[in-house]
């Protein structure tokens, strides 16, 4: 039977498709709106699928723990330096909260529960600590796509620059997986690998190769960011077709 969740399913991917159209231009402008449009479309779906999966109180459990914890990291991060690095955000992405857009807060919700479904499949039946490990892992894979993403766009910039590409230092990633694990660990999360939060994961891996080798050309990015969410969209999918037992 369709779904509402399936309806959601299809106006996140028109959203993915619309992006790179909405950011083809240099403006700053089309940029912000065509970031905000796809983290919104995201959210939705993302909230749909847990209310409608979860029990009330774990759902709303996990939609206000992860923007308010992803908050936190990115207000403490951008004030400190710890433990991304230094970095400070532009005025590129607003509506901000003490400097840090709330697009930032959002995006983590929007894929944390993709991650999680991820982490389920590749790693099914392991102990808590270890799936918070692995979701954290699947949650910075994504973000060697985001961060070089975003820097280049110049929405945030880095205060000291690091040796990965654009200047972006090692330790953004360290902090990320840090932050994702003790997100995923705080919010306990219930099974997911029957809603579609795999199949986002697996399409964002492949959206995002797309715009950054052919919209954006940045290679360097689609490359690494590519083979690092294939260590987990790979055994994941290989799992769900039966190569790989349940």
Do not use: C
């Amino acid at each position: 039977m369709f779904q509402v969740t399936d309806a959601l399913l299809l106006v996140w991917f028109l959203g993915m498709v619309a992006v790179p159209l909405i950011a083809r231009t240099e403006r700053t402008r089309s940029r912000s709106r065509a970031i905000s449009l796809g983290v919104v479309v995201q959210v939705v779906l993302v909230t749909a699928v847990l209310l409608t999966t979860w029990p009330l109180a774990a759902a709303l459990r996990a939609l206000v723990l992860v923007p308010v914890l992803g908050w936190v990291a990115e207000f403490i991060g951008s004030s400190t330096g710890i433990p991304f690095g230094h970095y400070h955000y532009t005025d590129a992405l607003q509506p901000q909260l003490r400097r840090v857009p709330l697009a930032i807060p959002a995006a983590w919700l929007m894929m944390m529960p993709p991650s999680w479904a991820i982490a389920e499949l590749v790693a099914p039946g392991a102990p808590w600590w270890l799936s918070a490990v692995i979701a954290g892992a699947a949650f910075t894979a994504w973000d060697m796509y985001l961060d070089p993403h975003l820097v280049g766009w110049q929405f945030w910039k880095w205060d000291v620059p690091g040796r990965f590409y654009l200047g972006i230092p090692l330790t953004n990633f360290f902090g990320w997986f840090i932050w994702a694990a003790i997100i995923t660990a705080a919010v306990q999360p219930r099974s997911l690998t029957g809603t579609s939060m795999w199949l986002v994961y697996v399409l964002t891996w492949l959206f995002q190769f797309g715009g950054h080798m052919v919209f954006w050309r940045m290679r360097v990015s689609a490359v690494v960011g590519f083979i690092a969410m294939a260590v987990f969209a790979v055994p994941a999918v290989m799992r769900l077709l039966g190569y790989l037992p349940m």
